[in-house]
Structure formats: structure tokens, C-alpha cells
């Protein structure tokens, strides 16, 4: 029981280059998210998938795109890469989407460097 | 909007002491309250959780108890391993307020034998 998968793991783009994080987990969740974690700011949500066919913005949406494929998986694209996109990029999902009780489980991370 | 403040370290103690990570929060209304902890080169891993007031959420020899009147949720520990050296995240979330986790930045702690 794989959980939560990223792929890469760690990736260097120039400014304007695009790329598609990818995520997959294998415990039949419904809600998938993906977070970004910076020094000092904890993690902040980009994007979140409620369930299969449904996406919408988190905190800090701007320069990004997502696509929920299927049930497992759910990728991250970064359109036109910037420096300020310079960051670690996690990925989780939870059973459902009940606001207060539900427990994220958390992928391993993508550290991406933008030049 | 809703936030959470604890300390960012870093923490360093000796095998054995007495752990405290403070947190305190700010919310509309009655959130639940987390620890996550982050072991080097992993994810976030819950540690423990609370939902509402006077709740205390132990695991692994950590606990924490929701306080409302003071807004925090401290995490402590009688005797820390060198195992137990990692970064650890407060968070909250609030039903009906929206759809995401609050997260503090973040407390890394070092254990020393």
C-alpha cells in the first residue's frame, strides 16, 4: 500500500518552462489537494478536488492549473514556471471532504527550483 | 480569516527533556485543531487531532489539548527520542468555513543524545 505518490521528486525549470506534477494514491479517497510550503508560511493550498470531476482554487491558485484524471490521480501544471513558483510542492488526499474531521494523508513532496 | 502562530524554532534538546511547541489560533468559530509532524525527506504525517474544546489529542507519547479560552493547542512531551526529530505543523480546519487546512509555518525540532 503505496498512499500517496509524487512524481518527480525534484525538478529545475527555467522561467517560462511548463511542467505537470503528477500525483496518484491508491486508499480510494474522494478529495485530493495539492499544497505548496515555503519557509515560514506553513503550507498553503493551490488547488483541491472535492471528488472525481470537480476542482476548485485554494489560497493561492495564481500560475496554475490542475486536472483531477480519475479518482487516483489529480496533476498539478505549472503553465509559464516563475521564480516566485520556486517552492516544495505536496500533494494529499482524505476519504471525503468533511470540513474539521477529516485527516489529510500527505505525499513526499516535489522540490522544484525555478531559475 | 482564520490563522495559525506558533513557534518557528529552531528547538534543540537533549534525550529524555521536556518538549513544549506552542500554538494559538484564530478563527470565526469552532475549528479542529492538528498536529502534523514532517520526518526528514517525507511527507506530512498526522500525529494527533482534536475537535472540540477540552479535547485532548495524544499519540506516540504527545498530547495536546484544545483550549478555547486561550485559543492555543500546545504539543508536549514528557521525554523526547532522537527519533523524534523533525518538523511538526499546527493546523486547523473549520467546518463550514471554507475548504482547506489552516497550517502554522512550522516548529523543527532537533533531539540531541
Known amino acids: 500500500n503505496a498512499g500517496v505518490t509524487q512524481t518527480p521528486k525534484f525538478q529545475v525549470l527555467k522561467t517560462g518552462q511548463s511542467m505537470t506534477l503528477q500525483c496518484a494514491q491508491d486508499?480510494?479517497?474522494?478529495?485530493m489537494y495539492w499544497y505548496r510550503q515555503d519557509p515560514g508560511m506553513g503550507l498553503r493550498l493551490i488547488y483541491y478536488s472535492a471528488s472525481e470531476g470537480t476542482t476548485d482554487k485554494g489560497e493561492v491558485p495564481n500560475g496554475y492549473n490542475v486536472s483531477r484524471l480519475n479518482k487516483r490521480e489529480f496533476s498539478l501544471r505549472l503553465e509559464s514556471a516563475a521564480p516566485s513558483q520556486t517552492s516544495v510542492y505536496f500533494c494529499?488526499?482524505?476519504?471525503?471532504?468533511?470540513?474539521?474531521?477529516?485527516?489529510?494523508?500527505f505525499g513526499p513532496g516535489t522540490r522544484l527550483l525555478v531559475l | 480569516g482564520n490563522s495559525v502562530t506558533q513557534m518557528e524554532g529552531p528547538v534543540t534538546l537533549s534525550e529524555e527533556a521536556f518538549l513544549t511547541i506552542n500554538c494559538t489560533y484564530t478563527?470565526?468559530?469552532?475549528?479542529?485543531l492538528f498536529w502534523y509532524v514532517q520526518y526528514p525527506g517525507e511527507g506530512l504525517q498526522l500525529l494527533l487531532k482534536a475537535t472540540k474544546a477540552d479535547d485532548k489529542g495524544s499519540n506516540k507519547g504527545f498530547e495536546a489539548t484544545y483550549r478555547k479560552e486561550t485559543t492555543s493547542f500546545h504539543l508536549e512531551k514528557g521525554s523526547v527520542q532522537v527519533s523524534d526529530s523533525a518538523v511538526y505543523f499546527c493546523?486547523?480546519?473549520?467546518?463550514?468555513?471554507?475548504?482547506?487546512?489552516?497550517f502554522g509555518p512550522g516548529t523543527r525540532l532537533s533531539v540531541l543524545p
Open positions: 494529499a488526499s482524505s476519504e471525503a471532504l468533511v470540513f474539521g474531521v477529516e485527516t489529510q494523508y
Open positions: 493546523a486547523l480546519s473549520e467546518k463550514n468555513y471554507g475548504q482547506n487546512f489552516v
Open positions: 478563527a470565526t468559530g469552532y475549528p479542529s
Open positions: 486508499m480510494n479517497h474522494n478529495s
